[in-house]
């Protein structure tokens, strides 16, 4: 049961681009959202986060929008940059218990590998 | 500030035998969490850790196990490693919604 999907393996743009990198979801709990970036022989590197209560999170180049009826997020990269190149996960959050003593676990999806030309 | 450390950063282990992972956060997180990513999906979620209590736990048996000391450091431990274990673990610290993680540990089982 696949909750988190990035439906594109891979996207090609060139340098100076935009780049959309797409993620829908199907868990109605999942109340927080995170882009996280990914090079080879590396761990996840946070992006950008957006709660559901949101729309729209900007982070200079970055931006994520969430359309919670649609169930879909997409983050946004302008100008696109050849160091951009990597792997991209979305993932979601479930929502932290009452006492605030656990953040939920992150839900994450396939990855999808951008390609940056110059 | 340091970030996330894990050692060892790589392990080949035999079939069956046991292994011990390590993780220190970063200063003042207080909650870990550790996830499986094998070759072309994302991370896995193992268990989550806050206050040496674990407050999550995702669909793994209990081959898996792990937990946290006083200084919020945490081992994942797995027992009889079959060949499906070999994957990439990584451990993750929080101390809100966003979660930073290290880089990892590469187990290989043969």
């Known amino acids: 049961d696949q909750q988190v999907k990035q439906n594109s393996p891979s996207l090609s743009v060139q340098e100076g681009r935009i780049s959309i990198l797409n993620c829908d979801y199907t868990?109605?709990?999942?109340?927080?959202f995170l882009w996280y970036k990914k090079y080879p022989a590396e761990g996840p590197t946070f992006l950008i986060s957006?709660?559901?209560?949101?729309d729209k999170n900007e982070d200079g180049r970055f931006t994520v929008f969430l359309n919670k009826s649609a169930k879909h997020l997409s983050l946004h990269i302008v100008p696109s940059q050849p160091g951009d190149s990597a792997v991209y996960f979305c993932a979601a959050s479930t929502p932290r218990n009452a006492g605030g003593t656990s953040y939920g676990k992150l839900t994450f999806g396939q990855g999808t590998i951008l390609t940056v030309h110059p | 500030d340091a970030g996330v450390t894990q050692s060892p950063t790589h392990l080949i282990k035999t079939r069956g035998q046991h292994v011990t992972l390590r993780c220190s956060p970063i200063?003042?997180?207080?909650?870990v969490s550790w996830y499986q990513q094998v070759l072309g999906q994302g991370p896995q979620f193992i268990f989550q850790y806050y206050e040496k209590e674990e407050r999550g736990r995702g669909n793994f048996p209990d081959r898996f196990s792990a937990r946290q000391f006083p200084n919020y450091s945490s081992e994942l431990n797995v027992n009889a490693l079959l060949l499906g274990d070999s994957a990439l673990y990584l451990c993750a610290s929080s101390r809100e919604y966003e979660q930073y993680f290290g880089p990892g540990t590469r187990l290989t089982v043969t």
């Open positions: 200063s003042g997180h207080k909650s």
């Open positions: 957006i709660s559901s209560i949101k």
């Open positions: 868990n109605s709990m999942f109340d927080y």
